[in-house]
């Protein structure tokens, strides 16, 4: 079943459009399912159980964290995640570049934009992410990339509003690209997008749209 469902996700992604799909909560076994059947790309939100599966798992997974991420975690993930998605300030930006800074590498990452209309999810304000980039000390941290942007979309079943809401955010990626990323190639993604309603984020601009229960059916909460 999930490599049925993994093939029809693909099947619904445009050309230049990413599924990661998310593993999180779901055991090595159903991970493999998906492996095998192609796909490479997969989401975690938890630092821990993203390194125990990386421990266990074959090597050649792209791992991509996606959850809200602490200060004194990042250490255990730098060695091997190839995109965080969800740096939601720039205290967190300087840590990942400490942490990558000691193991020689460079970390890509996502800065995350809070677009929804509930407070329980994170992420920079427009006007903070703005400001934040306006005073250029990012520009100082060598072992960071800034890639891209990510956000989430309101839980609700109002269409308009999730179409809004992923059009802001696809707005304010084209206003920084054009502003402080111009001549970056490596500037490029908008993570929008989940199991509910990621065809509404292709349409307005995603590139990585980050597909969990649609694949792996209901999480088991832990």
Known sequence: MIAENIKQVLSELPAGVRLVAVS???????????????????GESKVQEMTAKYES????????FIGHLQTNKIKYIVPYVA???SIDSYKLLVEVNKQAEKTGKVINC????????????????FKECEDMLAEQKWQELRNIRLC??????????????????????????KKIKRTWFSDTGTFQEVSMGMSHDYKLAITAGSTLVRVGSKIFGERIYK
Request: net charge negative; hydrophobic share 40%; with cysteine.
């Open 110 to 125: 996502l800065l995350q934009l809070h677009i929804a209309e509930e407070e329980t999810k994170f992420g920079f304000s």
């Open 24 to 42: 999180k909560y779901h055991p090595n076994e159903a991970i493999l399912e998906a492996y095998q059947a192609g796909q490479r790309v997969f």
């Open 57 to 64: 798992l074959p090597k050649n997974i792209e791992w991509h």
């Open 83 to 85: 995109l965080i998605h």
């Open 148 to 173: 891209g942007l990510m956000g989430m979309a309101t839980n609700t079943e109002n269409i308009e509003q999730i179409k809004k809401e992923f059009c802001s955010l696809s707005n304010f990626f």
